[in-house]
């Protein structure tokens, strides 16, 4: 993983010419693919068709990114993440390939990825796109279907200032003659960019709909009306990921899905770092919002889900990251707030994230080293009734999962 780190001069550079010179020497994929684009949700929606498509009995792999723990996480074969000594075969077989081209990471890892998919003898394989869509390193796969989730402001410098420019870049990944599933939270860019290409359309809103009740959900298309389960990733935002997901099964009928493998895989779907509830008491949510559309959705979810007492935040984000535009969405969710710095080159100060509170009116009731120092003071205070919420950054949630892991495998006690 440090080798490849440094392979190239720039953590990311856009453009498909290098990864596609060495996909040219790698084994290639022989089913149908489904690519995942959008600025949030789209591992959501990956995780939906994996588990749905899993449980219809397929042979199902699936990439993600960013991961939060191990770099396994990124790659699962049939629901499980790829064992070490494997992934290893495959970064050898993408360094052979690759001859003297400097790949990023993220294209190194996108072409692992496709190496052990290609090997594995599958039946569907969902991609997560990483940054953007038409120039990202997994736009080199023609997909059989291409769903755009939701277009925010995430990476402005990379791929435009404004939505309407972004949605472009993201709807890069659709093909002409395969069909285009569009979100709910999308711009008029994405549709343009689907019609000028010629590819069959599926708009949320239009051709797919999803509507909420207490104990079930609906989801509505042009083959009828299935009253389904609430699905295991918890809030209501998660309804509009599955129904893109459905909408994407709906445009693939070469893969049959029954209704009770769709009900299966709602309730089976796992993804950590998504409104994720931690075992014991007080509860204690981690989610991975590090944009504003993101920082809405929590601000939704947790005043949908209110607590008898009070609501304590652990923060700590990426300096890259519109971080006075996150707290300006989230003032009025928290009562007490716990900065934390990350040990990242591009980890904000807690010192910097406590001054973009003060701005707001707000003080933060300590500023801390790393999460897991900022977590345990919160918890230190929470009582019976509070819970605590660490969000602002995969990198964030990710160190507090390694924690908690850690803990576990040495018998610690208590809920981090």
Request: overall charge negative.
């Amino acid at each position: 993983m440090a080798y490849i780190e440094h392979l190239h001069t720039q953590e990311i550079e856009l453009g498909l010419d290098r990864v596609r010179a060495v996909y040219g020497r790698l084994p290639k994929l022989s089913c149908p693919v489904i690519t995942i684009g959008g600025t949030n949700g789209k591992g959501s929606t990956t995780a939906f068709l994996e588990a749905i498509y899993l449980a219809a009995g397929y042979r199902v792999g699936a990439y993600f990114s960013p991961h939060l723990v191990r770099y396994n996480e990124r790659m699962r074969i049939g629901g499980r993440e790829v064992e070490d000594d494997v992934v290893c075969r495959a970064f050898a077989k993408v360094e052979a390939a690759r001859g003297d081209r400097p790949l990023t990471y993220f294209e190194f890892g996108t072409l692992v990825a496709l190496v052990l998919f290609a090997e594995a003898a599958l039946d569907v394989v969902i991609l997560e796109v990483g940054l953007g869509g038409r120039l990202d390193a997994v736009n080199v796969v023609e997909p059989a279907v291409a769903v755009v989730v939701s277009v925010g402001t995430d990476h402005q410098d990379w791929l435009g200032p404004n939505r309407e420019i972004i949605g472009r870049e993201k709807a890069g990944i659709f093909r002409a003659g395969r069909p285009a599933v569009i979100g709910f939270d999308v711009t008029e860019s994405v549709t343009h960019e689907a019609e000028r290409l010629g590819a069959p359309i599926y708009l949320g809103g239009r051709d797919f709909h999803y509507m909420a009740a207490r104990h079930q959900w609906r989801y509505v298309s042009e083959a009828g009306a299935r009253d389904l389960p609430h699905p295991a990733l918890r809030g209501g935002y998660q309804l509009a990921n599955a129904a893109c997901a459905l909408a994407a099964i709906d445009a693939l009928p070469t893969l049959a899905v029954s209704t009770g493998a769709i009900r299966q895989g709602l309730s089976d779907v796992r993804l950590a770092g998504r409104f994720q509830s931690l075992p014991g008491s007080p509860q204690v949510i981690l989610d991975v919002a590090h944009n504003v559309e993101a920082a809405e959705v929590l601000a939704r979810t947790l005043a949908e889900q209110p607590v008898a007492g009070r609501t304590l935040a652990v923060v700590g984000m990426l300096k890259d990251k519109p971080v006075a535009d996150v707290f300006r969405v989230l003032a009025g969710s928290f009562d007490e707030w716990f900065v934390a710095s990350l040990a990242d080159p591009r980890g904000a100060d807690g010192a910097f994230l406590a001054s973009a509170l003060a701005d707001l009116g707000r003080t933060a009731r300590g500023i801390y080293q790393d999460p897991i120092a900022a977590c345990e003071a919160a918890l230190a205070i929470a009582a019976t009734g509070d819970r605590v919420v660490i969000f602002g950054s995969f990198k964030t949630v990710g160190v507090i999962l390694e924690h908690v892991a850690s803990k576990r495998a040495g018998g610690g006690g208590g809920a981090i």
